[in-house]
């Protein structure tokens, strides 16, 4: 079984700040990992992932996260936010293999960027 | 590029009813999800369904629940008699291989009163 843990349910931040998302996630098998944004009033949409390779994942917007196996994280962090980044962000994990497919999501983050 | 499509947007219904919430999976892929998200909550595993068959069920996915791929195209979560409790933001996914590249539909909302 997988569980994620995302610590900040709020994080406001001012425009072209960085911001940071954090997310933890325990498993007793080896695990992908996601993030998922869910814009107001729309699905989720799958911002990056980390299957294998390098622990350091980019998005097509500016976003990465780095897997971290001893710390069982996978942070999300971006160095300059907009205004159009304001959206829920979810974590998610899965199993690798065999019948662990579902998806396992954390409590989400609200990312607030203010002018 | 391919959507999963949902449909309906918003379904209202009087408790004690059945409804059918819709979903059209990209037509190349071979596992269908469903998922939902009550208001302010996490979003939650419902059931996965590969080869015309449930492969995984969680708690949740009691037996007023039931899945079903009709006709070859669509994929459809049934509730029998709907609860107050089953008002969420339902939300079905695709994939071609498995747990990865999951492409998730823009949800229903189901109201229930």
């Known amino acids: 079984a997988q569980s994620v843990t995302q610590l900040d349910s709020q994080v406001p931040v001012f425009e072209e700040a960085p911001v940071e998302l954090r997310c933890n996630y325990s498993s007793s098998v080896s695990v992908y990992l996601f993030w998922y944004v869910q814009y107001p009033n729309q699905g989720l949409q799958l911002l990056l992932k980390?299957?294998?390779?390098?622990?350091l994942v980019e998005s097509i917007n500016g976003f990465e996260a780095e897997f971290n196996k001893s710390q069982t994280s996978f942070h999300l962090r971006k160095p300059s936010v907009h205004i159009s980044d304001t959206a829920e962000y979810f974590c998610?994990?899965?199993?690798?293999?065999?019948?662990?497919?579902?998806?396992?999501f954390g409590s989400g983050t609200q990312l607030t960027v203010l002018p | 590029e391919p959507e999963v499509t949902q449909t309906p947007s918003h379904q209202v219904t009087q408790m004690g009813q059945e409804v059918i919430l819709r979903c059209v999976p990209i037509?190349?892929?071979?596992?269908f999800y469903w998922y939902r998200q009550i208001l302010g909550q996490k979003v939650e595993f419902l059931v996965s369904?590969?080869?015309?068959?449930?492969?995984?069920k969680s708690e949740i996915f009691d037996d007023q629940f039931s899945v079903e791929r009709p006709d070859g195209s669509n994929f459809t979560l049934k509730i029998r008699s709907t609860k107050l409790e089953d008002s969420a933001m339902y939300f079905c996914?695709?994939?071609?291989?498995?747990?990865?590249?999951?492409?998730f539909g823009s949800g229903t909302r189901l109201t229930v009163v």
């Open positions: 037509s190349n892929h071979l596992y």
């Open positions: 369904f590969y080869n015309n068959e449930i492969s995984e």
């Open positions: 980390y299957l294998s390779g390098s622990t």
């Open positions: 996914a695709s994939t071609k291989t498995g747990n990865i590249g999951y492409t």
């Open positions: 998610a994990v899965s199993g690798n293999s065999g019948s662990a497919r579902q998806l396992t």
